[in-house]
């Protein structure tokens, strides 16, 4: 979702900050925007998939390299992340979302009041603590039921902290080749 918000607004390169690979949020959020980038660009750069961990000290750090990397926006794994990644993009001289975009996750109370309010993918959190408290009452209950991975739709909630890239910054790297399949996919 994220991704393809970012692309319709002129974004090519879109990096992730994402969260500890071992992590399985994080392991499902990298396939979902690899899986995205292939299918809007053909190929996935390396170079704009950062782990990080789900800290502000995480975000601000990924988005410090993806910057270097030449992202125009960054998706982080988490709303923390983002406003780490907010920091980093401001202390590289760059205003979010004039110069850089930035997508969250998870739609926490942070989110609506960051500076700027951030875009962010929203869990539906009625939806996954209901399934979770129905799983412990089976379990209580003596219910052995064999393991199941929910999937639940999430949502994005556009914000303020995404916007059109600049013309000077996307022109330059798309003609590089790194944005199409070039070095590092």
């Excluded at 979902?32 to 750090?61: K, W």
């Excluded at 999937?151 to 013309?167: D, E, H, K, Y």
């Amino acid at each position: 979702m994220a991704v393809a918000h970012l692309r319709e607004l002129g974004h090519v390169r879109i990096g992730l900050a994402g969260g500890q690979g071992y992590l399985r949020p994080s392991q499902n959020r990298l396939m979902g925007y690899r899986r995205e980038m292939r299918r809007s660009f053909g190929s996935v750069v390396d170079a704009l998939h950062i782990e990080s961990d789900y800290s502000l000290t995480g975000g601000h750090a990924a988005a410090r390299r993806l910057l270097a990397a030449g992202a125009t926006a960054v998706i982080a794994g988490s709303d923390l992340m983002a406003l780490g990644a907010v920091a980093g993009v401001r202390e590289a001289g760059l205003r979010v979302p004039e110069d850089v975009s930035v997508v969250g996750y998870d739609d926490s109370y942070l989110a609506a009041h960051g500076d700027p309010p951030l875009t962010t993918v929203q869990q539906p959190i009625e939806q996954m603590a209901s399934a979770v408290a129905t799983a412990m009452w089976q379990r209580l209950q003596g219910y052995h039921a064999p393991h199941v991975d929910h999937v639940f739709t999430p949502r994005l909630v556009v914000r303020a902290s995404t916007a059109r890239p600049p013309a000077r910054r996307t022109a330059a790297h798309e003609t590089d080749g790194v944005g199409h399949g070039g070095a590092g996919t």
